[in-house]
């Protein structure tokens, strides 16, 4: 059996080169590790249902390092709600404090009918689950698949496992999930206690 991939954070365009091709990497988050890949190669995140034994029908996170990426998103919806969706967006990354947060946010945000999203990230509703990076390797990793195919810089992000069982939370967990399946970022999480928040950014209401 061959050995798996091992990332160090010194070979960010190695992984991203690994992300567009197609590969599937495990990592560190801001808590527990995820399982992820370029947002826009649909071969990928069908691997990765395939990988965790996820019902196809839930959709998935996506990581960006900046929110004024999502920008393209909104692009035929109402002026006032583009303003009102990128302003509370921008908001809420500038006032997240790292040094004192105990979990991430993650906000579910409405999503333009002309941007042509795999379905397997929204779940087929009109809504998608983004959430601006504050783990730097990450952020470097999102800036780097940029793209005219991946304008807004998503690296899809669910946790590593199989579905319903623990997430893992160190490499060693994750490669005996997934052994030489996928490739790994051999990196620290941010030592976040609590997965993400789920937040609706219209409504404010917490979805988990």
Request: hydrophobic content about 40%.
């Amino acid at each position: 059996m061959c050995e798996p991939k091992i990332f160090n954070v010194d070979q960010i365009p190695d992984m991203v080169n690994f992300l567009r091709l197609g590969g599937v990497l495990a990592y560190p988050s801001e808590s527990v590790w995820g399982l992820g890949c370029d947002a826009f190669n649909t071969s990928a995140i069908e691997r990765i249902f395939e990988l965790k034994a996820r019902p196809e029908h839930k959709g998935l996170i996506v990581l960006t390092d900046s929110a004024a990426k999502v920008t393209p998103l909104l692009q035929d919806l109402p002026h006032e709600l583009q303003r009102d969706v990128l302003q509370k967006l921008q908001k809420a990354n500038d006032d997240f404090d790292v040094r004192t947060a105990d979990q991430a946010q993650t906000y579910l945000m409405p999503v333009s009918k002309l941007v042509k999203l795999p379905s397997l990230l929204t779940g087929g509703f009109d809504t998608l689950a983004v959430r601006v990076t504050h783990h730097p390797t990450l952020a470097q990793i999102c800036n780097q698949l940029t793209s005219p195919e991946n304008l807004f810089g998503f690296l899809v992000s669910t946790s590593c496992n199989i579905s319903g069982a623990p997430s893992a939370t160190t490499l060693d967990e994750a490669m005996a999930y997934f052994g030489n399946q996928v490739a790994y970022l051999n990196a620290d999480g941010l030592g976040f206690t609590k997965p993400s928040k789920i937040i609706d950014l219209m409504t404010g209401d917490v979805l988990r």
